[in-house]
């Protein structure tokens, strides 16, 4: 296993589904048995564990416990947050652990955000959107403005400090001062962190079967750089192709899968990723919480093929503004630069990517679909 590898904890249910959602997330019929849930979470935790611990570098790798833990959905703010705390006590983590939850606002979980904080939780990701509630009827959310307002002032009185706010953009009928306007909403609450995700049609969501009118690709440009104008120019520095920060509050738990790090994947539907010798192993659990639930320690076991891992690596890592060192490569995939050494040489040629570190140009940013198609096998 990697040095400072986190942990995945998903959460799949919600009130409703969103129509532009591929995630695994269930619309809630009745009330969900949490402990049940938990009890799931913690079988499938002392199996995970049991085969993690057996190696000894694993057990050396988590010598100082895991660097990061998130909890997301799904809608994990359903949950109560003693079922969190449950959670965390079981798992090793470094005394400085960022553990983040994703809590849409218009969720129970108002109430208790001092007890998510209790509970261990020191991050959260605050489910916004949009700031225009007709643009949020549009997405199909369950709330509005106001509650994103209050959830994010009632989480700052209890005592966060890293608070995420996600949003999206190019959203059906949007111009350039309704995507503007949502950021400055955004910027007004000060949060430590932005998502700004753009819009993408997922095959089998709602959106697919009915496509709403998006903005032309004219619209989407101007949205995009005038975006980023506005997000730097408020101290929000883009880190990632969506994520943008103030006073270096990166999201740890993200860094690590971008750089390729590994982690461990519990729930329903959770994937993770652990490196041992001499390979690389996806883990999945099963989707469906049912399934799930009456086979928690059930996990499933893919190698990824050495010939997979340059497409991987690249996937991720150049996503980062500032890309990896060349060397992140070899410690994260096992396998020698030279293995893709012609294929960069001519995409640096090409004003791509840079000569003497492992990320893109500006321009390579943008074309990034075309960079990558040089790793795919
Ligand atoms: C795991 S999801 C959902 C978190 C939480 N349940 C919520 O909806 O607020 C994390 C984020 O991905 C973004 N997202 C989800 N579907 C998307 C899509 N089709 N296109 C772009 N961004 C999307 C949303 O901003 C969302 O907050
Ligand atoms: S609330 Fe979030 S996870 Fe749930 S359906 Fe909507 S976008 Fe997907």
Redesign the pocket.
């Known amino acids: 296993m990697l040095n400072n590898p986190g942990v995945y904890v998903h959460f799949p249910w919600?009130i409703k589904k969103?129509p532009?959602?591929?995630?695994n997330?269930h619309p809630l019929k009745d009330d969900v048995d949490q402990q049940r849930y938990l009890d799931s979470l913690l079988e499938d935790w002392q199996d995970q564990s049991a085969s993690i611990f057996a190696h000894a570098d694993n057990q050396k790798a988590l010598e100082s416990g895991f660097k990061t833990v998130f909890f997301?959905?799904?809608?994990p703010s359903l949950f109560r947050p003693q079922l969190m705390a449950k959670l965390l006590q079981k798992l090793p983590l470094a005394t400085d652990a960022e553990v983040t939850m994703?809590a849409?606002p218009g969720t129970q979980e108002y109430t208790n955000f001092e007890h998510y904080l209790g509970a261990g939780i020191n991050r959260l990701s605050i489910?916004a959107?949009s700031f225009q509630n007709s643009q949020l009827a549009k997405l199909g959310r369950v709330h509005n403005c106001d509650e994103t307002v209050a959830a994010v002032a009632k989480a700052k009185a209890a005592g966060f400090t890293n608070i995420n706010i996600?949003?999206?953009w190019g959203l059906p009928g949007q111009t350039l001062e309704d995507a503007l306007f949502d950021l400055t909403s955004a910027i007004a609450l000060s949060p430590q962190h932005i998502?700004w995700?753009?819009?993408?049609?997922?095959a089998k969501?709602e959106f697919a079967k009915r496509p709403p009118l998006l903005p032309i690709d004219g619209i989407l440009a101007e949205i995009e750089n005038k975006g980023n104008e506005l997000l730097e120019a408020e101290g929000y520095s883009r880190y990632e192709i969506s994520a943008y920060a103030r006073d270096s509050a990166y999201c740890q738990h993200n860094i690590n899968y971008w750089s390729f790090g590994d982690y461990v994947g519990l729930g329903a539907g959770a994937h993770g990723k652990i490196s041992g010798r001499p390979n690389i192993l996806r883990t999945q659990k099963a989707s469906q919480p049912r399934l799930y639930q009456g086979e928690p320690a059930k996990t499933s076991y893919q190698t990824v093929l050495d010939e997979q891992l340059p497409l991987e690596f690249m996937m991720n890592a150049l996503r980062l503004i500032d890309g990896t060192e060349q060397q992140t490569f070899t410690q994260t995939t096992g396998l020698a630069w030279q293995n893709i050494e012609k294929q960069w040489s001519e995409l640096v040629a090409q004003g791509l990517v840079k000569a003497d570190r492992c990320s893109t140009t500006e321009l390579g940013l943008r074309y990034l679909d075309t960079v990558l198609e040089r790793f795919v096998n």
Do not use: A, H, K
């Open positions: 919600c969103c532009y959602c591929d995630f997330s997301g959905g799904g809608t994703e849409n489910g959107q996600d949003l999206m998502s995700y753009q819009l993408t049609i997922e969501t």
